[in-house]
């Protein structure tokens, strides 16, 4: 279900989102009383909320289909990057958060992650997402990382890149590259930010 109040995004998302392959856009909603009704009787796999709405916004929205118990993984759509927004729409009970401003793939991909039963964060914000998800935990003992990769996959969730990375751990840019690629692999996640927050949810950084 696509809840946007303007037109023409919701138009140019609609489209983006139908040319997908094996997304199906099944209803829509422009505020956030006629969204909440329609969540509460369809209860569509994914909802798309732009956090902009009349009515009540999109975190007040995610919040109240929350209580109702409806289960619809929700990816929140903003015009901003700031941290209170990001941060209570997560509280509220989102599943992904996207920035406007990115891609039209950026929010298929969160679509398709949240469906499958995981978490998304737009890389512009991701490191507001990743700083503020949980305190540092000890490593669990069922860590499938090695402690090297460990540390790599710490300066990833702080939103570092590869080169810096590399300086930091006085390490070559091929060998972080390697760890990226193992950590990915063994942590089954689609990219860097999927990684770090599987990695805060399990405890392992």
């Not at 599943?95 to 998304?120: E, L, W």
């Not at 990375?165 to 070559?172: N, T």
Request: net charge negative; hydrophobic share 45%.
């Amino acid at each position: 279900m696509l809840i946007e109040d303007h037109a023409l995004t919701r138009s140019g998302l609609k489209t983006a989102l139908s040319s997908a392959g094996g997304i199906e856009v099944v209803a829509e909603a422009t505020d956030g009383p006629s969204a909440y009704d329609r969540l509460v009787a369809f209860a569509p796999q994914v909802a798309v909320i732009d956090i902009g709405l009349p009515g009540f916004d999109g975190v007040e929205l995610t919040r109240r289909i929350r209580a109702a118990g409806v289960k619809s993984k929700v990816v929140i759509l903003t015009m901003h990057d700031l941290d209170d927004e990001i941060l209570g729409a997560l509280a509220a009970g989102a599943d992904a958060y996207c920035v406007k401003t990115s891609d039209p793939a950026t929010v298929i991909t969160a679509v398709r992650i949240v469906a499958g039963g995981g978490a998304y964060f737009d890389p512009n914000i991701a490191h507001v997402v990743l700083q503020h998800f949980a305190p540092r935990a000890p490593v669990v003992v069922d860590s499938p990382l090695t402690p090297r990769e460990i540390d790599v996959l710490r300066l990833v969730a702080d939103g570092i890149g590869n080169n810096e990375i590399a300086e930091r751990l006085h390490i070559g840019l091929g060998t972080v590259k390697g760890h990226v690629r193992d950590i990915l692999e063994k942590l089954s996640a689609s990219d860097r930010t999927q990684a770090a927050v599987t990695a805060l949810r399990r405890g392992i950084i």
